[in-house]
C-alpha cells in the first residue's frame, strides 16, 4: 500500500475547460501544462488527504463497470505514473 499523500501546491493555478481537459500554471517552473479527461479526474482526487492507494481505490471503483478497463493493479500504475508526473512537475508536493 502506499500511503503517500499529495497536495496541490499553493502557487499552483488551474482551470477545467469546457471539454474536461485541465490547464495547470506553475509559477515555481514557469510553465503550462494541459492534462487529459482521465488525468484531471485524479487531480481533481487529490486533497491533501487521500493517499496514493486510496485515490487508485477511488479511481477503480468509479471505473469499475466500464467494460475495457484494465486489471485494477494495471489501473494502480496509470494512476501512480500521473500522481508522480505532477510531482516530477512541481504541480504537486507530499503532505506524508
Given at each position: 500500500?502506499?500511503?503517500?499523500?499529495?497536495?496541490?501546491?499553493?502557487?499552483v493555478a488551474y482551470r477545467k475547460s469546457s471539454d474536461g481537459n485541465m490547464t495547470?500554471?506553475?509559477?515555481?517552473?514557469?510553465?503550462?501544462?494541459?492534462?487529459?479527461?482521465?488525468?484531471?479526474?485524479?487531480?481533481?482526487?487529490?486533497?491533501?488527504?487521500?493517499?496514493?492507494?486510496?485515490?487508485?481505490?477511488?479511481?477503480?471503483?468509479?471505473?469499475?463497470?466500464?467494460?475495457?478497463?484494465?486489471?485494477?493493479?494495471?489501473?494502480?500504475?496509470?494512476?501512480?505514473?500521473?500522481?508522480?508526473?505532477?510531482?516530477?512537475?512541481?504541480?504537486?508536493?507530499?503532505?506524508k
Amino acid at each position: 500500500m502506499d500511503k503517500r499523500v499529495f497536495k496541490i501546491r499553493n502557487e499552483v493555478a488551474y482551470r477545467k475547460s469546457s471539454d474536461g481537459n485541465m490547464t495547470i500554471v506553475s509559477p515555481v517552473t514557469d510553465k503550462i501544462t494541459t492534462i487529459n479527461l482521465t488525468a484531471t479526474e485524479i487531480w481533481e482526487m487529490i486533497d491533501g488527504h487521500k493517499n496514493v492507494s486510496e485515490i487508485i481505490e477511488q479511481f477503480y471503483s468509479t471505473h469499475s463497470k466500464d467494460s475495457n478497463l484494465p486489471p485494477k493493479d494495471m489501473v494502480g500504475e496509470d494512476v501512480l505514473e500521473i500522481l508522480n508526473s505532477f510531482l516530477e512537475k512541481q504541480l504537486v508536493e507530499l503532505v506524508k
